[in-house]
């Protein structure tokens, strides 16, 4: 009997470690994209919102 309970143990242990692993690689992933589609988003909107017709806005000033 203690050896069963052990390898249910065992298991649930082994099976909450690589879960845990799954989500470090899986948040970070979802943060990233995130990230990545509101920089391209940014990036595109103001274009987007210009119309064919009109002129691109132009900056002033330097860059930092």
Known sequence: MGTALARVT???VMAVF???LA???????????VMAGSNWLV???PESQAGAGSR???WKGRPA
């Not at 989500?23 to 994209?33: G, H, K, Q």
């Open 10 to 12: 065992l298991t649930t």
């Open 18 to 20: 690589f879960a845990g």
């Open 23 to 33: 989500l470090d690689i899986a948040v970070p992933a979802v943060v990233l994209s």
């Open 43 to 45: 990036q595109v909107w």
């Open 56 to 58: 691109p806005q132009q």
